[in-house]
């Protein structure tokens, strides 16, 4: 079994930082994607950013220069910094995973989404 735990979500003002964190477990043999979407009220969910391969990143335009996103092979951890916050970046954030089990499956994993909300 494969899990993907989230944590870091919250209120916060405008123009003030969040750091989301997401963590992969179980039995896994390697993670060739891992990255961040959102969902906000009433829209499609949409890539927020990603890490591919060995370390190849994209990132949305409407948050390129303010979100950064890293993430540790060794730890299959994942974490989006998030600065400059504006309150359309409210929305549940979803970790997301390309995952290879140690059976040879590879298949997509979703995080339960984390609450972030912009507001004064």
């Known amino acids: 079994q494969v899990q993907l735990v989230e944590s870091g979500g919250g209120l916060v003002q405008p123009g003030r930082s969040l750091r989301l964190f997401c963590a992969a477990s179980g039995s896994i043999f390697s993670i060739p994607a891992m990255g961040w979407y959102r969902q906000a009220p009433g829209k499609e969910r949409e890539l927020v950013a990603r890490?591919?391969?060995?370390?190849?990143?994209n990132y949305s335009g409407s948050v390129k220069g303010r979100f950064t996103i890293s993430k540790d092979n060794e730890k299959n951890t994942v974490s989006l910094e998030m600065n400059s916050l504006q309150p359309e970046d409210t929305a549940v954030y979803y970790c997301?995973?390309?995952?290879?089990?140690?059976?040879?499956?590879?298949?997509?994993?979703w995080g339960q989404g984390t609450q972030v909300t912009v507001s004064s």
């Open positions: 997301h995973a390309l995952i290879r089990t140690n059976s040879g499956v590879q298949s997509d994993y």
């Open positions: 890490i591919i391969g060995s370390g190849t990143t």
